[in-house]
């Protein structure tokens, strides 16, 4: 039986495993994770956990055109069901295996290779400081794939390091309606937002961001200096506080609560 740890971080990459073109690999997954939910003595917070874990990698999977074509019929996780679940998903990856599911792979791959290609093209025009022909590039690859959050992610990571910030919060955005669980995208984008001088906005990004982590003093700390540069002292402190909190060597929190301090009268 594989350990608590790796069987979470698979469960969490079934969306890329399936963009991967790697279906078995995804459906056992689940299977593994199933096994361990029926052997293991779990904590009531780690079951609950995987089993959030385990839905939100069968709506992946369920989502998936060309594994619904081999299984119509939708997998779902029911508390005292998990027998039920775990023979269909034995008998999805049996269909899988054996489909020949090579074509589709290189088709994934070919994909993944084009995007990837194009990445490097925009990057390659911001390193010149070519901005126009960087846009003309990421909008075109990103029109092809216009439901893929992560290369949306991605170019919006290359233009908030570039300092292209507008552009930055533009694919953000759109990355924070396709993908509204993932962390990563809200912070960025408020960042862009902040370095805009757009307070208003970065906060509410903030706010959605905050209940996805209410613990990660690294967001807090951000949330901190968006109140420090708007120059909302009690604010900054409060959430600068936090920060320490939570990781009382956090350095940079200290020197930004003992900074805002100073400004509250």
């Not at 962390?183 to 757009?198: D, S």
Request: hydrophobic share 40%.
């Amino acid at each position: 039986m594989q350990d608590i740890v790796t069987v979470r971080r698979q469960l969490k990459l079934v969306s890329s495993t399936l963009r991967q073109g790697k279906y078995a690999s995804a459906v056992q997954a689940v299977i593994t994770a199933l096994r361990l939910m029926l052997s293991t003595p779990l904590m009531k917070a780690e079951k609950d956990e995987f089993i959030g874990l385990v839905r939100e990698a069968l709506d992946y999977i369920n989502n998936s055109n060309d594994i619904r074509k081999l299984h119509p019929e939708a997998l779902n996780y029911e508390p005292g069901k998990e027998k039920v679940l775990f023979e269909a998903l034995i008998e999805l990856i049996e269909i899988l295996e054996k489909e020949d599911m090579s074509g589709v792979e290189d088709i994934v791959n070919s994909l993944n290779a084009k995007r990837d290609a194009a990445l490097a093209k925009g990057q390659e025009h911001l390193d010149n400081v070519d901005y126009d022909s960087a846009r003309t590039v990421f909008k075109a690859i990103s029109g092809e794939f216009p439901k893929d959050g992560k290369l949306k992610s991605d170019i919006g990571e290359k233009f908030l390091t570039a300092g292209c910030y507008q552009d930055a919060a533009e694919y953000y955005i759109e990355a924070v309606d396709l993908d509204p669980d993932a962390l990563h995208n809200y912070n960025r984008l408020a960042i862009a937002f902040r370095k805009m001088g757009e307070f208003p906005q970065a906060e509410e990004y903030y706010k959605r961001a905050l209940p996805l982590a209410p613990k990660d003093p690294n967001l807090l700390f951000n949330v901190a200096r968006l109140y420090l540069e708007w120059e909302k002292w009690h604010q900054a402190v409060e959430y600068g506080e936090k920060a320490l909190i939570i990781s009382p060597d956090f350095a940079e929190a200290g020197k930004l609560v003992k900074f805002a301090r100073k400004h509250i009268r």
